[in-house]
């Protein structure tokens, strides 16, 4: 770009400085085509613009489509088995018929266990370590090891979980311990969840509290806790799906290959007690693909069709809960 | 003229960086008292060491010492427990003494001793409370109109509803913000535009009835006309309170302050009655920043 502006103007409308001789009331018509015309330079800008969204939306796409194709293959391979009655039967007949209610039963309890444990642990912890915990070595250390807790492999929890609840602590292998377990797993998801949901409040909003005079938990109670709390919600929920799924924690401390548990009357809805042994989903899944001859693969599908839609349905449901949320939001 | 705050050595780093430089300064009360300066000079530092929110920021090394009613900020709740029972101590020789004298029919100690400052700050909450603050950026909390203001007092234990309502209209009127809030009292106050918010500020910084009110260039957010009020209302306000005015206006500070400090480099240059400052500075840097040459 050189010259002055108003050279440059001049020439637009194809006029020469000084050319400009008319009488008062008279204008000069300037063609919008001179000024608005896209140059080249902007014209190749606009190609890249949409080259950069396809290649965003593109791969928004293809996270999308393995979703929907598995749970698609999942549903036709199933189809025959899915029933009412086979959500609310046990299996029979060496696991080759019947349907999965011991299992589905025992994965609601040990998720309602394990979060009875591990959400108030986690939310309170993560409510101290970014409301009051100062920045020394000691928070670092916290931290650090809340990091490391939520990089540990599964399998390696569930070892821990037979060290410490089913051995150490003498609760067997059980409901109980199975729990305790998935809590430990879930402990560093929670934590971290909080602290996210807590860390959206604006810093603004606490100093201002603080200059009226109010406390650090006057504060918290007032105004960080009202308005961080759904964040939080969308963490436990999503730690629930996550903790539905897992195999290898279960394995060894409290899941059983078969347990009858009554499918019939009110005692149906709470067949286990915290010491026994209980059956699960994803365990079920695992046992049924690999140690039982001759299932009949309607069930094999059915089941992970079921556990698929749990999480799924959970999921959604946290989604929603967000979406609701975040339109109320305050600021 | 008693000091309300008082300064004495004041140095405050956040970690390598200075951001005041052994500053002594006394802030006499019921004026209006200007801190003018350049930015960077460590005018809003200054304030933040009045209400000892200098403790949210994890890097500042504070030394020296404020003294808010004769109290070091720095020290406040922090002794008392001993304080009381030194006081009870004595109370209970006094007594002790008075009953042996009326046992022994002699004149006893003519009245009880009170060692104790008249209201003394009790807790760093208390002296919060005492302080009302206002920063540059307008800030409304996620409640209502109504609960912005009266979020204060309900943490100070005022709970009657009438005295509320009384106490919220007052505090809206001084703001100038109750004409165009009146009406929609439960609106959010996250939802005014940027002026009315800076005034919920300022009426929020009321609704716990400071006795020392701090305004950092407060002006920022504001239309001149409002801000004219604004500052009327300040004028009014000296009578019942001290004020500490920060601000980068030099006019401002002119228009409103009694006494003037120039800040400038986190140092404290000058202070001096206004008039004096702005007509016949001591210091040559304050006459050419004053006189619109720097800053």
């Known amino acids: 770009m050189s ?14 400085p000084g050319e400009l001789d008319l009488q008062e ?27 950069a969204k396809l290649v965003f939306m593109a791969m928004t796409m293809a996270l999308v489509l393995p979703v929907l194709c598995v749970f698609g293959y999942l549903v036709v391979k199933a189809w025959p088995v899915l029933s009412v009655s086979f959500l609310l039967e046990n299996p029979r007949e060496k696991m080759t018929a019947g349907g999965i209610w011991a299992p589905l039963v025992g994965t609601f309890s040990l998720v309602f266990l394990s979060l009875v444990v591990c959400a108030p642990v986690g939310i309170l912890a993560g409510i101290y370590l970014n409301e009051y915990a100062r920045d020394n070595w000691m928070t670092r250390i916290i931290n650090l090891a809340v990091m490391n807790l939520a990089g540990v492999p599964s399998i390696v929890h569930a070892l821990f979980g037979v060290g410490a609840f089913v051995l150490f602590a003498g609760m067997g292998r059980s409901l109980l311990a199975a729990s305790c377990t998935l809590a430990v797993m879930s402990l560093p998801v929670i934590i971290t969840a909080t602290r996210e949901a807590l860390n959206a409040v604006p810093r603004a909003f606490r100093e201002a509290c603080w200059n009226m005079g109010a406390t650090r938990w006057q504060t918290i109670r007032t105004i960080v806790l009202p308005n961080s709390i759904s964040g ?4 436990v929920i999503f730690e ?9 924690p279960i394995l060894f401390t409290g899941a059983v290959f078969f347990t009858p548990v ?12 915290l010491g026994d042994r209980c059956m699960a989903l994803s365990m079920h899944l695992f046992t049924l693909a690999t140690q039982v001859r001759d299932v009949p693969e309607e069930t094999l599908y059915g089941t992970a069709v079921v556990l698929f839609g749990l999480v799924l349905a959970v999921n959604s449901l946290s989604i929603g809960l967000r979406a609701y949320l975040r339109s109320r939001k305050k600021w | 003229m008693n000091a309300s705050i008082r300064f004495s050595q004041v140095s405050v780093s956040y970690g390598p960086k200075a951001a005041l430089r052994d500053v002594t300064l006394e802030i006499p009360e019921k004026q209006i008292f200007g801190i003018i300066g350049p930015a960077n000079s460590g005018k809003t530092t200054l304030l933040k060491c009045i209400n000892r929110t200098i403790d949210f920021v994890p890097s500042a090394r504070v030394t020296g010492e404020v003294l808010v009613r004769g109290q070091n900020v720095f020290r406040v709740g922090r002794k008392q427990r001993w304080v009381a029972l030194a006081n009870l101590g004595k109370r209970g020789a006094w007594r002790t003494r008075a009953f042996l004298g009326r046992v022994l029919r002699k004149a006893g100690p003519a009245a009880p001793p009170d060692s104790r400052s008249p209201d003394p700050i009790r807790s760093v909450y208390d002296l919060r409370r005492r302080v009302g603050m206002v920063f540059p950026l307008p800030v409304g909390l996620p409640l209502s109109v109504y609960e912005n203001v009266a979020y204060a007092p309900r943490r100070a234990g005022i709970h009657d509803r009438h005295e509320l309502d009384a106490l919220v209209e007052k505090c809206l009127r001084q703001a100038m913000l109750w004409d165009e809030v009146k009406d929609r009292l439960d609106m959010l106050g996250t939802r005014l535009s940027g002026g009315q918010q800076q005034r919920l500020t300022l009426a929020r910084a009321l609704s716990h009835r400071p006795q020392i009110l701090c305004l950092d260039e407060f002006s920022i957010a504001i239309d001149p006309v409002t801000t004219m009020k604004i500052e009327d209302i300040l004028l009014e306000l000296k009578e019942q309170m001290t004020i500490v005015v920060a601000t980068n206006l030099v006019h401002q500070a002119r228009r409103l302050a009694d006494r003037t400090a120039f800040f400038s480099d986190s140092r404290l240059i000058e202070v001096d009655d206004t008039e004096t400052l702005f007509t016949r500075p001591a210091n040559r840097l304050t006459e050419r920043f004053v006189n619109g040459e720097f800053g």
Not at chain 1, 31 to 49: G, N
Not at chain 1, 232 to 235: E, F, P
């Open chain 1, 262 to 273: 009554p499918d019939h009357g009110w005692s149906s809805f709470f067949p286990y007690r």
């Open chain 1, 232 to 235: 939080m919600l969308t963490g």
């Open chain 1, 240 to 248: 629930v799906a996550r903790a539905a799924g897992e195999t290898a």
């Open chain 1, 3 to 16: 010259g002055p502006p108003e050279q440059r103007t001049a020439a637009a409308c194809s006029l020469l």
């Open chain 1, 25 to 51: 009331g008279q204008a000069v018509p300037l063609a919008p085509r001179d000024i608005f015309t896209a140059s080249s330079l902007e014209r190749w800008k606009k190609v890249k613009e949409t080259i």
